[in-house]
C-alpha cells in the first residue's frame, strides 16, 4: 500500500487547526479555573498528536522511511492524553482536586510507557516492527500493557464524567455528552486499528478527533461548557437544609434530596418513580393529605406561579412545622414537572415563641420601672390627706370622750350636744374628700399595676382620663419645676371604650419625656384635646430639646432612645403599638432638633378595644 496525499491526509490537516484554534481561545479566555487548564491539556496533547502524525506522513512520503523522532512525538500525546482525560473526569466531578501523592503516582505508568518507547530500539519489546499500516505493524507486550492502561485510564475518566452527567441532569448533559461522544468517537476507531479490525493509516486516528474537535466546540463556545462551574449539583443540593421532592403532573416521583429522605426516612416505599399520594395515604403523616396538596398542585399549574402555604406535620416519629413551597416548572411555555419544597421551620416557630415570651417579660419590667417613677409623688401625694384624716379621727376622738363625759351630766343641755354632733358632722365632712381622693389614687395604681393581658373593657370620660393622668404625674411635674397646662375644645364627658389604665400610661410616659426634654430646666407642657372627624385627637407638646433626624427615623420601629443608660427605647414603642392595636387609633410626632417635640394621638371616640394576644 502506497501513501500519498489524500482527502484523509487534508482532514487531518483541517484537524489540527480546529484544535489550534480551539487551545487559542482556552488559553485566552479570563478567569480559568482547574478544569480550564486540564481541558487546555487534553487538547494541547492532541495537538501534538496531529502535528506529530503529519510530520510522519510527511517525511515517509518524502523520503520513503518513517522518521521515528516524529513517531516519538505523536506517542508523546498518545500516552500521556489518557490520564490527562482521567483527572479531568476527576475535576468534573470534585470541581478541584488537590495533586497529592497518589495522585502523582499515577503519572509513573505514562512515564515509563514513554521511556520503553524512547528505548525500543534496545529491547525491541514495544515495537517488534513499526508501520504506518498498524496492520502491517508487530506489536510487543509493552505495547499491550500501554493500551491496557491507556484504555484503563480513558475508561475510568468517561465513568467519572458519565455519573457526573447522571447526577446533574438537564442543561449540564447536553454539554457532558457532547464532551463524551467527542473522547469516545477518536478512541473507537484506535481499538479497531489496534485490533486490526480496519487497514488504515495509523493517523485515521487523529482525524477521528476532527468529530471530537467539533463536538468540543459546540460545548464550549455554544453551551459555554468552561464558563460554567463544574460542580456535581447532587451534591449540592443534598447539603441543603431544605427538603425538595421533584413530581410530575401524575405526582410520580422524578427527584429528591438527601434531606428530603432524611426527614421523611419513615416514610415506606420512598423511591424514583413511586407514585408520593399513594406513599401519602399509605403512611400515616397528619397536616398534609393528598387531596391538599393536589389542590395546590393545580392552583400552581394554573397560576404558573409558586404557591406557599404552612403546615405542622406530624408523623410516627416526628412533630414539625413545615413552610410548602409548591412551585411549576415550564420549559418554553410547556408544562414540565412540579417542585414541592419543604423549609423547616419549627425552631423558627420556636424561636417566635422565645422573642414573643422574652417581650412580655421586658414590657412588664418597663411598666413597673415606669410605675415605680410614679410611686414616689403618689406616696408624697398620700401624705396630705392621710395627716389630715389623722389628725381628724384624733378630732373625733376628742369629741367623743367629750361627748361621752356629757351624759348624765344635768348641766349640759341638749343645744351642747347637738353642737358637739354637729362638730363630729363637719369633721366626718372634711374627711370625705381625703378618703375620695385616697381611693382614686388606690384605683388608678391598682389599673397601672394589673397585668395587660388581663386588662377589662370599660367606657370611661375624658374627664375621668384627665383626672387619673393629674393625679399620677402631680408629684413628677412639681419636684422637676415643671407645668402642664390641659386646654380642651371638646366636651370632657365625651366617652372611649377601652382600657383606661393603658392610656393612662401612654400619657404619663409622654410627659415623662418631655419632663426629661427640659433637663431639669423649668419647662411647659401643654395638653390639648381636640375633635376631627369622629376622632379624638391628643396633641402634647413640649419646647426641649426635640430630636435628631436619625432618632426620628427610628421612633415607633425600633426600641431607640436619647436618654442614653436611663432609657430603653420601650415605653414609645409600647406606646405605638397600644395605640393602634388596642385603640384602633394612630400616633405621630414633629419634632425639631433644639426646639420641642409634639406627640399626636388620634382614638376613635366610640373606639372599639381589639381584643388581641399581646400588642401588635
Known amino acids: 500500500m502506497v501513501l500519498q496525499y489524500d482527502f484523509s491526509f487534508l482532514l487531518l ?28 491539556c487534553n487538547i494541547g496533547l492532541i495537538l501534538i498528536w496531529c502535528i506529530g502524525h503529519i510530520l510522519e506522513v510527511i517525511t515517509t512520503i518524502q523520503f520513503g522511511v518513517t522518521n521515528l523522532t516524529f513517531v516519538y512525538l505523536y506517542y508523546f500525546g498518545l500516552i500521556f492524553l489518557p490520564i490527562s482525560l482521567l483527572f479531568t473526569g476527576l475535576i468534573f466531578e470534585r ?102 479490525v480496519l487497514n488504515l493509516p495509523i493517523y485515521y ?37 431544605d427538603s425538595y421532592i ?38 400515616s403523616y397528619l397536616g398534609l393529605n393528598s387531596d391538599l396538596l393536589v389542590d395546590y398542585g393545580k392552583q400552581a399549574i394554573k397560576a404558573k406561579e409558586t404557591v406557599s402555604f404552612e403546615r405542622n406535620i406530624i408523623g410516627e416519629k416526628f412533630n414539625r412545622f413545615f413552610m410548602v413551597e409548591v412551585t411549576p416548572i415550564f420549559i418554553n411555555s410547556v408544562y414540565t414537572a412540579t417542585i414541592i419544597l419543604l423549609k423547616d421551620i419549627t425552631q423558627s416557630k420556636k424561636d417566635l415563641e422565645t422573642i414573643k415570651s422574652t417581650q412580655e417579660i421586658i414590657m412588664e419590667q418597663e411598666r413597673l420601672s415606669s410605675l415605680g417613677q410614679l410611686i414616689g409623688g403618689i406616696a408624697h401625694n398620700l401624705r396630705t390627706p392621710i395627716m389630715s384624716l389623722s389628725g381628724g379621727i384624733e378630732r373625733l376622738k376628742d369629741l367623743t370622750a367629750e361627748y361621752a363625759q356629757s351624759i348624765g351630766d344635768a348641766s349640759i343641755e341638749d343645744a351642747d350636744h347637738r353642737e358637739i354632733a354637729k362638730e ?14 385616697m381611693s382614686d389614687i388606690i384605683s388608678t395604681v391598682k389599673g397601672l399595676t394589673t397585668n395587660s393581658e ?29 407645668v402642664l397646662n390641659v386646654t380642651a375644645e371638646i366636651d370632657l364627658k365625651t366617652t372611649i371604650t377601652g382600657d383606661i389604665s393603658s392610656l393612662v400610661q401612654i400619657f404619663d410616659n409622654l410627659i415623662i419625656n418631655s419632663i426629661h426634654a427640659y433637663s431639669e430646666e423649668h419647662g411647659i407642657i401643654e395638653l390639648n384635646l381636640l375633635s376631627k372627624d369622629n376622632n379624638i385627637i391628643f396633641r402634647l407638646t413640649d419646647y426641649g430639646v426635640g430630636m435628631s433626624k436619625s432618632v426620628q427615623e427610628k421612633l415607633f420601629k425600633q426600641m431607640v432612645t436619647t436618654k442614653g443608660n436611663k432609657g430603653t427605647g420601650l415605653g414609645l414603642y409600647m406606646s405605638y403599638a397600644t395605640i393602634k392595636g388596642r385603640f384602633n387609633g394612630d400616633m405621630w410626632f414633629t419634632s425639631e432638633d433644639g426646639k420641642g417635640t409634639t406627640f399626636y394621638l388620634s382614638i376613635p371616640s366610640t373606639a372599639l378595644f381589639l381584643k388581641e394576644e399581646g400588642l401588635s
Not at 102 to 119: G, K, N, S
Open 95 to 196: 470541581s478541584r482536586i488537590k495533586l497529592t501523592m497518589p495522585y502523582l503516582l499515577l503519572f509513573i505508568i505514562p512515564v515509563i510507557d514513554f521511556i520503553a518507547l524512547l528505548t525500543n530500539e534496545l529491547h525491541h519489546e514495544y515495537f517488534v516492527h513499526y508501520s504506518i499500516y498498524h496492520q502491517e505493524s508487530v506489536l510487543g507486550w509493552m505495547f499491550q500493557v500501554h493500551t491496557l492502561f491507556s484504555y484503563l485510564f480513558i475508561v475510568l475518566g468517561l465513568f467519572f464524567l458519565t455519573r457526573y452527567s447522571i447526577k446533574n441532569s438537564g442543561f449540564f448533559s447536553k454539554q457532558s455528552i457532547l464532551i463524551q461522544v467527542g473522547i469516545a468517537i477518536p478512541f473507537v476507531i484506535n481499538i479497531l486499528l489496534t485490533l486490526k
Open 205 to 241: 486516528t487523529p482525524i477521528s478527533f476532527s468529530i471530537a474537535i467539533v463536538c468540543f466546540s459546540l460545548a464550549i463556545i455554544k453551551l459555554d461548557f468552561l464558563n460554567i462551574a463544574p460542580i456535581a449539583l447532587q451534591k449540592i443540593v443534598d447539603l441543603i437544609s
Open 424 to 437: 363630729m358632722d363637719d369633721w366626718l365632712e372634711k374627711m370625705k374628700p381625703y378618703c375620695a381622693y
Open 454 to 482: 388581663e386588662s377589662n373593657l370599660n367606657t370611661f370620660t375624658l374627664k375621668e382620663l384627665i383626672k387619673r393622668v393629674d393625679l399620677l404625674m402631680k408629684h413628677e411635674l412639681i419636684v422637676s419645676n415643671c
Open 246 to 283: 421533584v413530581v410530575n403532573r401524575n405526582f410520580s416521583i422524578i427527584d429528591y434530596n438527601k434531606t428530603f429522605m432524611d426527614v421523611f426516612s419513615e416514610v415506606k416505599g420512598l423511591r424514583r418513580k413511586a407514585n408520593l399520594l399513594t406513599l401519602m395515604n399509605e403512611n
Open 13 to 40: 490537516i483541517m484537524s489540527t487547526i480546529m484544535i489550534i484554534g480551539l487551545l487559542i481561545a482556552i488559553v485566552r479566555m479570563k478567569n480559568k479555573s482547574q478544569i480550564h487548564y486540564v481541558f487546555a
